[in-house]
C-alpha cells in the first residue's frame, strides 16, 4: 500500500495525528520532575474527563451515575468531536492552574486600581488566562490628581505598563501572556489610543480595538461631529470629525492589521445582567468573548467535520451529503454539561473571578472545522449555500444548547445572577447567562486535525521542517488529496508546486468546481469573510472570531466597506489583516508570494491567525520549535521572533 493510500484509508479516523502528537507531547501531557512524558493523549482525555464530571457529585448524583457521565466526556474528547480550551486539558485532575481561557479585569481610575490589575493578570496568565481590558475609565493624559496635585500619565502609559507586566510572565511554564485593550471612541486619548501601536514591535502583547456604538457609525456617515467626554467628570472635553476618526482607525486596520472594532451596543444587546453589574466594556485577547470585569469564561468547540455522513451518490454542489444531526444535538448537550460542570472543577487567580463567573456562569460552546465539512459535502465557502448551511447549524447548536441549560438549571438553579436579570422569567430560566462564543481555535484545532472556527482553509498544501531531524516535509490537506487522487489530478509535482506557494487557479487539469471547492482564506473576498461571519452571528450570543482577509493591493476604501458592512450585519466585532502589511511575515503557504499571506506578529491582530495545521508557523532559529505552540504567545528568547495562538 502506498503513502497516499494509507492516508486516505485513515482519512476520517479518529486517531491523534503525528502532528497531533507532538502538540500534545510538548505543552499538554503530564511529564515527571525529569520532563519524560508520562501521559498517553487517551490518558490525558480520561484525567480530563474524570476530573470535570466529578463535579456531578455536588448535585447529588450517584457514583454509577458520575462515572457514566465520565464515560460520556471522555467519549466525546477521544473521537475529537469536542475539545475543551487548552488551559482546561492542561490543567483538570492536576490541582493546579485554571481551567478557563478568557478573562476581562476591571481597571479602576485609582493608582490602587492600576496596581490591582497588574496583580490580577499576573495570577492570571501565571497559570494560562488571557486577560482583556477597558481603558475606557482611565482619565486622560495631563488631566490633575488631587491626592499628589500631579498630572495623570493617561491610558496608554497604563497600557505600557500592563504589556511589560505580561512580558514577564510564562504561563504556567508553557506560554506568554495574552492581552487585548478597549477603548470607547468617545475618550479623550482616543487618538493616542489608535496610533498607540503604529510602530511594528511596540505593545507586542496586546491586541487593540475600538469601541463604537451605532452613534457614531451613524455621525461616520453623515460626516458628523461628536463628542469626547473625560471619564473622570462625564464633562464633555471637545469634539471630533467622526468621518476624520473612522478613517485614522481604517488607515491603522490597512497599515497593520489594528485596530479593530467592536460594536459594543450589538454586544450588549445579549447584556442581561447590566441594570446590576453594568454594560461590557471589554473582550477577552481574541475578541469573541465579551465579559463583564473579573468575569471569566471556558470554551470548548464541537468538531463539524466529524459529523458529515457520505451519501450514496454526491454531486458537485449539491445537498445529498449530510449532517448527523442527532449525534450533533447529542454532543451539544454534553459539552453544555461538561462546561458547566468546568465552572465548579476551576481553580481561581483571585476571590473575585471566582464570585463573578460563579454568579453569571458563563460558558462559551463554539465549533471547529466548518471548512472541513463544507470540503467534504463539496461546498464552496464563499457561496450562499455555504452561509445557509452555516447559519442553519450555529442555530440549531443554539437551540440546543439553550434547552440543555434549562435543563441544567431545574436540577442545580439558574445563575446566580438570574434574579436580577432582564431574561424572561418564565420561559428563559437558565443555568447559564450565555451558551455560545465562536472562538479561533488555535491549537486545538490542531489536536482535532481540523480547521479552525469558521475559517476557511489557508492552504492546501505547505512546507514544515520537522522539529526532530531539521528535514523539510511537505504537507497536504487531506481532503484535497483524496479528491486529487478521486479524480485523477494528484502528482507529487503539482503538491509541490502548491506547498511552494503556487495558486491553483492556474492549474489547468483541476476542475472547475474542485477550484471553487478548495478555494483558500486569501483568495474569498473581504465581504464574503464578512456575511460568513455574520451569518454565525445570527445565533450566537457571544461574539466570534474572525478575520477578514484582504490582498496586498486592497485600498483603504476596501477595507472602511468591511468594517462598514460588518456593523451593517450585525456583527459584535471585525479584524482585518491585508497580506504582506507587516514587516514580520509569520504564516506563509510556501516560498512563493510570502506578501499575500496573512501573518501574525506576536498578539498585533486580533484574531489569531494561525488557524488550522496548515497555518503552522517555521521558526527554526533558536529556542522555539515549529508546530508546537499552545495557546498564547511565544518569543524566541535569542532572536526576538514571535508568534501566537488562542484557543
Not at 501521559?39 to 450517584?62: G, N, Q, W
Not at 457514566?68 to 466525546?76: E, K, P
Request: proline residues 4%; charged residues 25%; negative net charge.
Amino acid at each position: 500500500m502506498t503513502t497516499v493510500e494509507q492516508k486516505l484509508l485513515n482519512l476520517n479516523n479518529s486517531s491523534i495525528t503525528e502532528q497531533a502528537k507532538v502538540i500534545l507531547e510538548h505543552r499538554y501531557l503530564l511529564k515527571d520532575d525529569d520532563n519524560q512524558v508520562i501521559e498517553a493523549p487517551e490518558e490525558m482525555f480520561r484525567r480530563v474527563a474524570d476530573a470535570v464530571a466529578a463535579v456531578d457529585s455536588d448535585y447529588m448524583k450517584l457514583p454509577v451515575e458520575v462515572d457514566l457521565t465520565a464515560q460520556s466526556f471522555y467519549d466525546i474528547m477521544s473521537s475529537l468531536e469536542f475539545v475543551p480550551n487548552s488551559p482546561t486539558l492542561m490543567n483538570a485532575g492536576t490541582e493546579q492552574g485554571t481551567l478557563s481561557a478568557c478573562f476581562v479585569l476591571p481597571l479602576e481610575d485609582s493608582m490602587e486600581g492600576i496596581m490591582k490589575a497588574a496583580h490580577d493578570t499576573a495570577m492570571v496568565q501565571k497559570f494560562g488566562g488571557g486577560t482583556g481590558f477597558a481603558l475606557s475609565s482611565l482619565r486622560p493624559r495631563g488631566d490633575s490628581i488631587r491626592s499628589t496635585h500631579g498630572i495623570a500619565c493617561g491610558p496608554i502609559e497604563v497600557l505600557k505598563t500592563l504589556s511589560r507586566v505580561s512580558s514577564m510572565i510564562t504561563q504556567g511554564g508553557k506560554r506568554d501572556g495574552a492581552n487585548m485593550a478597549v477603548m470607547s471612541i468617545y475618550h479623550p486619548d482616543i487618538l493616542e489610543f489608535i496610533e498607540c501601536k503604529k510602530v511594528e514591535g511596540e505593545i507586542h502583547n496586546f491586541n487593540i480595538s475600538v469601541g463604537v456604538d451605532s452613534n457614531f457609525m451613524k455621525a461616520v456617515e453623515g460626516n458628523m461631529d461628536y463628542n469626547l467626554i473625560n471619564p473622570k467628570n462625564n464633562q464633555v472635553e471637545g469634539s471630533l470629525n467622526a468621518r476624520e476618526v473612522f478613517s485614522k482607525i481604517v488607515d491603522g486596520a490597512w497599515n497593520n492589521g489594528e485596530p479593530g472594532m467592536i460594536f459594543l451596543d450589538q454586544v450588549n444587546k445579549d447584556n442581561h445582567v447590566s441594570e446590576e453589574y453594568g454594560e461590557m466594556v471589554a473582550t477577552n485577547p481574541c475578541g469573541e468573548q465579551p465579559l463583564l470585569g473579573n468575569e471569566s469564561c471556558n470554551l470548548g468547540s464541537i468538531n463539524l467535520a466529524r459529523f458529515y455522513i457520505k451519501a450514496d451518490k454526491a454531486s458537485a454542489f449539491g445537498w445529498n451529503d449530510k449532517v448527523d444531526w442527532a449525534h450533533l444535538e447529542k454532543v451539544t448537550r454534553t459539552s453544555v454539561h461538561f462546561l458547566d460542570n468546568v465552572i465548579d472543577a476551576n481553580h481561581y487567580a483571585t476571590p473575585e473571578i471566582e464570585e463573578m463567573t460563579k454568579s453569571t456562569r458563563k460558558i462559551g460552546l463554539g465549533i471547529m472545522g466548518f471548512a472541513d465539512l463544507l470540503i467534504q459535502m463539496h461546498i464552496p465557502y464563499n457561496s450562499e449555500t455555504a452561509r445557509e448551511l452555516g447559519a442553519e447549524i450555529m442555530s440549531k447548536v443554539r437551540e440546543w444548547a439553550d434547552d440543555e441549560s434549562k435543563e441544567l438549571a431545574k436540577v442545580r438553579g439558574t445563575f446566580p445572577a438570574w434574579d436580577n436579570s432582564n431574561y424572561n422569567k418564565d420561559t428563559e430560566a437558565f443555568r447559564n447567562h450565555c451558551r455560545l462564543t465562536v472562538a479561533p481555535t488555535g491549537t486545538i484545532s490542531m489536536i482535532a486535525d481540523t480547521s479552525s472556527g469558521i475559517e476557511p482553509t489557508f492552504a492546501l498544501a505547505w512546507k514544515k521542517q520537522n522539529i526532530l531531524d531539521g528535514k523539510t516535509l511537505n504537507y497536504v490537506n487531506k481532503y484535497f488529496e483524496a479528491d486529487a487522487v478521486k479524480y485523477g489530478y494528484y502528482s507529487e509535482d503539482l503538491m509541490d508546486y502548491l506547498a511552494e506557494g503556487g495558486s491553483l487557479e492556474t492549474v489547468p487539469d483541476v476542475p472547475d468546481w474542485i477550484k471553487a471547492v478548495y478555494t483558500t482564506a486569501p483568495d474569498i473576498s473581504p465581504e464574503d469573510h464578512v456575511l460568513m461571519q455574520s451569518a454565525f452571528q445570527k445565533s450566537c450570543d457571544s461574539g466570534i472570531s474572525k478575520t477578514i482577509n484582504f490582498a496586498n493591493s486592497a485600498t483603504k476604501q476596501d477595507v472602511e466597506d468591511a468594517y462598514l458592512l460588518a456593523w451593517k450585519e450585525g456583527c459584535k466585532g471585525i479584524t482585518v489583516y491585508r497580506a504582506g502589511s507587516r514587516f514580520k511575515e509569520v504564516l506563509v503557504k510556501g516560498n512563493k508570494e510570502k506578501a499575500e499571506q496573512p501573518a501574525l506578529d506576536g498578539f498585533e491582530l486580533e484574531e489569531a491567525a494561525i488557524k488550522d495545521s496548515s497555518n503552522t508557523p517555521e521558526h527554526t532559529c533558536c529556542e522555539i520549535p515549529n508546530v508546537v505552540f499552545a495557546d498564547g504567545c511565544e518569543t524566541c528568547k535569542s532572536c526576538g521572533w514571535s508568534a501566537c495562538v488562542i484557543s
